[in-house]
Every structure is written in structure tokens, then in C-alpha cells.
């Protein structure tokens, strides 16, 4: 299964618990980039698989198995717990160190020396774990599941099954920004640093993400998740879940905001704005029940509203008419009643339609 290509990569997916640490991105889980990529991070993972042409700026670690494909460049060391695997032309400016055995290539250039513990074996290899792959993708087309699972149960030998870190073709990562041009999906508990972006972008719940966010399409921000920086979006709906921290300005084509998310910067939008709160009700029999609701707001005159951290941002139901040429965003007494906070620095919410329904 080479990475070149289009290959099977289809999009940045981050597992959950995904930490960036000094200068390494480090997963518990395996790592695979897609060719023709540019990495300017060391990568820690169980098993690494680098595809065609790309450029690792700093040490490799694998816990497992460790595949580098037909030239790729790997500035710093490799240090591999089992087995690796080394294409054609491959460069290492650092040292080679390898636990298990080493097939590799014709003009590989280790320019610290290299040192494998099993067999050495010099050719173009193609590692037994790659041919399981294909075996695999093959039984899915034809539509042989069954066969399929126990090949991956085979596979799996008894160890827990941890998602990947998928990094697509040509894609970018860096200390400043991870960049792709495919979708974008982060897990839970995770802590990056750099500006993502993306086709689309949704992160998960209770991660910490220094740099902002911005996609061409939707963006979704977790609860519980903080974002030090801008999440903006060009014509897509920007979503933000009840928990969820924005320490910049939230630029959207549509905007929903949940109860108990805060937004310490400018809120806008070009079509409609949501807030989205949850409210009690009592019935004759004294039973309780919560229902969702959605609050709009509409931007006819354009007013701003200054609010502390811990304030609460009133709404108000106004024609919408000129929403489309209003700047700021206008709030009054009508959310407050509902108890709905959205706490910002400077909250401005723009251009949004009235709407009184539940999601």
C-alpha cells in the first residue's frame, strides 16, 4: 500500500489524545502521511509510515514497525522498535537505530551509520504488513466482510485497537499551522499548536488548540474546547457547543451558538444566528422536562454590546429586513429571560434571521 498518490488518505484525522510536545507530534496509536507531504515536527507513534517524498524535519520514533517510502528525507534520527522498512533513495541525517530487522533500498543515504539487531537485507523492500493491507482492501471490495474481520482481528493479535493519525497528500505541518486541503477531524483530549486549515474542520470535545480555525465549508468547535485564536469560515455554519471557550472573533455564513459557550471576541455573520439553549418546563403534574430552543437575532440598525466574562447577552426579536448590510449585532431583554449567556469581551452578532424553534 504505497502513500503516493491519491492513495487512501482522504482526509487530516487527529486521534484523540493527541498531544504536540517540544518540537514531536505524539500519538498512542499508528501514524501514517501521505506523499509528498512536508512535516517541520518530530512524529512518535507505535507503527510510522511515511509515503513518497516527504519531509520529516526532525527524529522519528516508532514504538513498532517503521516504514520510510522512496525518497523521503528525515532530518534527525530514526529510532525504530521492531522492524524497518527503507525505500529507494531514502536520506537520514541522523542515526538508524532498529530493534528488529532492516530491509532497505538502493542509495540510501544514513549519514550517521545505522545499527539493526536482526537480519539487514538490501533490496526495494515490501514490508509483510503492506501485503496484509492489500489482501484486506480487496476482500472489502468484493464484499467478503466476514473474511475481512478475521484478517483484522488476525491483525489486531489481541492488542487495543487505537486510531490513527492520518495526514493526507501534499498536506503541511508545522509549529504555525497545519494545512491540508481535504476535511479536517480532531478527537477528544487533544492539545495542538499551530492555526488549522482545512476544507471542513469539527473538533471534538475537551481538547486545547493554540492557533486559530479556519475552513471553505463548515466548522465545528466541541464542548468543553478551547481555542486560542479566530475560527472563521467562508461561507460554511459555524457551530459552537455548550462549554466551548473562543479567545478570538467567530466569522461565519451561518452561526450556532450553544448555551454556556463563551466567545471573548466579535461575532459574525452573514445569514442566520442561533442560540441554542436549554429550558425547564413544568406541567400540571409538577413533572419536569428540558426542551432545546433556538433563539435568534436579527441586525436591522446594527448595535454593540461590551459584556464581562461572566455576563449575559440579551437578545432581541427585530426585523431582519437590512440584515445583509448591517455590521454589528443587536441584543435585548428577550434571552435573558431564558437565562441564555454567550459571555464575550466585544460581542457582536450581525446579519442573523428571527427564529423561535426547536432543533
Known amino acids: 500500500m504505497s502513500l503516493r498518490g491519491d492513495g487512501p488518505i482522504e482526509e487530516l484525522a487527529i486521534p484523540s489524545g493527541t498531544t504536540v510536545e517540544e518540537h514531536d507530534v505524539v500519538v498512542d496509536g499508528d501514524v501514517l502521511v501521505g506523499g509528498q507531504s512536508s512535516v517541520e515536527l518530530g512524529v512518535r507513534g507505535r507503527n510510522v509510515a511515511i509515503g513518497e517524498r516527504v519531509?520529516?524535519?526532525?527524529?522519528?520514533?516508532?514504538?513498532?514497525?517503521?516504514?520510510?517510502?522512496?525518497?523521503?528525507?528525515?532530518?534527525?534520527?530514526?529510532?525504530?522498535?521492531e522492524d524497518a522498512y527503507l525505500g529507494e533513495r531514502v536520506t537520514v541525517t541522523g542515526r538508524l537505530m532498529v530493534s528488529g530487522d532492516l530491509d532497505i533500498g538502493d542509495d540510501v543515504t544514513i549519514e550517521e551509520g545505522?545499527?539493526?539487531?536482526?537480519?539487514?537485507?538490501?533490496?526495494?523492500?515490501?514490508?509483510?504488513?503492506?501485503?496484509?493491507?492489500i489482501v484486506l482492501s480487496q476482500l472489502l471490495r468484493v464484499g467478503e466482510t466476514d473474511a475481512a474481520d478475521e484478517l483484522a482481528e488476525a491483525l489486531a493479535d489481541g492488542d487495543d485497537v487505537r486510531d490513527p493519525l492520518l495526514v493526507p497528500r501534499s498536506a503541511e505541518i508545522s509549529d504555525d499551522a497545519w494545512r491540508v486541503s481535504t476535511p479536517a477531524t480532531v478527537g477528544d483530549d487533544c492539545r495542538l499548536h499551530g492555526n488549522l486549515r482545512a476544507a471542513t474542520i469539527r473538533v471534538g470535545e475537551r481538547n486545547e488548540v493554540f492557533g486559530s480555525l479556519r475552513a471553505r465549508e463548515d466548522v465545528t468547535v466541541g464542548a468543553d474546547t478551547v481555542i486560542h485564536g479566530d475560527v472563521t469560515t467562508r461561507g460554511g455554519t459555524v457551530t459552537v457547543e455548550s462549554g466551548a471557550r473562543v479567545l478570538g472573533d467567530v466569522s461565519a455564513g451561518d452561526l450556532v451558538v450553544y448555551d454556556g459557550a463563551e466567545i471573548q471576541g466579535t461575532l459574525?455573520?452573514?445569514?442566520?444566528?442561533?442560540?441554542?439553549?436549554?429550558?425547564?418546563?413544568?406541567?400540571?403534574?409538577?413533572?419536569?422536562?428540558?426542551?432545546?430552543?433556538?433563539?435568534?437575532?436579527?441586525?436591522?440598525?446594527?448595535?454593540?454590546?461590551?459584556?464581562?466574562?461572566?455576563?449575559?447577552?440579551?437578545?432581541?426579536?427585530?426585523?431582519?429586513?437590512?440584515?445583509?448590510?448591517?455590521?454589528?449585532?443587536?441584543?435585548?431583554?428577550?434571552?435573558?429571560?431564558?437565562?441564555?449567556?454567550?459571555?464575550?469581551?466585544?460581542?457582536?452578532?450581525?446579519?442573523?434571521?428571527?427564529?423561535?424553534?426547536?432543533?
Open 55 to 81: 519531509r520529516v524535519a526532525n527524529d522519528i520514533e516508532a514504538e513498532g514497525d517503521c516504514r520510510l517510502d522512496t525518497w523521503c528525507s528525515v532530518d534527525g534520527n530514526v529510532l525504530v522498535g
Open 114 to 133: 545505522f545499527e539493526a539487531n536482526g537480519w539487514i537485507v538490501i533490496r526495494n523492500p515490501v514490508p509483510t504488513i503492506v501485503f496484509y493491507f
Open 268 to 359: 459574525r455573520a452573514r445569514g442566520e444566528m442561533k442560540l441554542v439553549r436549554e429550558t425547564e418546563q413544568t406541567d400540571d403534574d409538577g413533572d419536569d422536562g428540558g426542551d432545546d430552543e433556538e433563539a435568534g437575532t436579527g441586525g436591522d440598525e446594527g448595535a454593540e454590546t461590551d459584556t464581562d466574562d461572566a455576563a449575559e447577552a440579551d437578545t432581541d426579536d427585530i426585523d431582519g429586513d437590512e440584515a445583509e448590510d448591517a455590521d454589528d449585532g443587536v441584543t435585548g431583554e428577550e434571552a435573558a429571560e431564558e437565562s441564555a449567556t454567550v459571555t464575550a469581551e466585544t460581542a457582536s452578532t450581525t446579519e442573523a434571521s428571527v427564529s423561535d424553534e426547536e432543533p
